[in-house]
T-cell receptor, first 112, second 115 residues
């Protein structure tokens, strides 16, 4: 099943923070986060593995709650370049480690 | 430069006319995959491949075929395209340990319109 992302859309001013959530109904091996700018391909941001640590670099970080099968992406002090659509992708513990299933996406717009 | 190359970028075709979208990667990756992207639905996996001659169905394989005769190439074939296959298609590849560890590198996409 497709993971559920929330919110569907976020509008921010530069410098504000945002949290994007991803929830799955099945047990997960890993959660991935990608960002896609308009007219471009999705770009890999980070992956969180079952039993692994919270990931992040600079002002974008993520967490993975294995018990709840939920992940959150944290964008701190947002910049104009953060605008785009964010997708979470999940790999389940069953059904094949090669099946990366994406959520419907969260559109983020950062304004000056 | 490490990349996944898809061709063509744009394609308009008529219902029933067979077409092939090519995908090639220069990273010696084992894993390759095809996704289609539709508004409000995100990216849905069509087929994936773990190695040469090893392929498996994703979530929306109906109406599509793939082949993996060489490691670098993973073409997507629509034998008899229909209007509901109008979509944005992405090819992606991942390293030896697989996408569950390293994620995917995506191509630039192919926008297909079937009239």
């Amino acid at each position: 099943q497709q993971p559920v992302q929330s919110p569907q859309a976020v509008i921010l001013r530069e410098g504000e923070d945002a949290v994007i959530n991803c929830s799955s109904s099945k047990a997960l091996y890993s959660v991935h986060w990608y960002r896609q700018k308009h007219g471009e391909a999705p770009v890999f941001l980070m992956i969180l593995l079952k039993g692994g640590e919270q990931k992040g670099h600079e002002k974008i970080s993520a967490s993975f709650n294995e018990k709840k099968q939920q992940s959150s992406l944290y964008l701190t002090a947002s910049q104009l370049s953060y605008s785009g659509t964010y997708f979470c992708g999940t790999v389940g513990l069953s059904g094949g480690y090669n099946k990366l299933i994406f959520g419907a996406g969260t559109r983020l717009a950062v304004h000056p | 430069e490490a990349q996944v190359t898809q061709n063509p970028r744009y394609l308009i075709t008529v219902t029933g006319k067979k077409l092939t979208v090519t995908c090639s990667q220069n990273m010696n990756h084992e894993y390759m995959s095809w996704y289609r992207q539709d508004p409000g639905l995100g990216l849905r996996q069509i087929y994936y491949s773990m190695n040469v001659e090893v392929t498996d169905k994703g979530d929306v394989p109906e109406g599509y075929k793939v082949s993996r005769k060489e490691k670098r190439n993973f073409p997507l074939i629509l034998e008899s395209p229909s209007p509901n296959q109008t979509s944005l298609y992405f090819c992606a590849s991942s390293s030896d340990r697989g996408p569950q560890y390293y994620g995917y590198t995506f191509g630039s996409g192919t926008r297909l319109t079937v009239v």
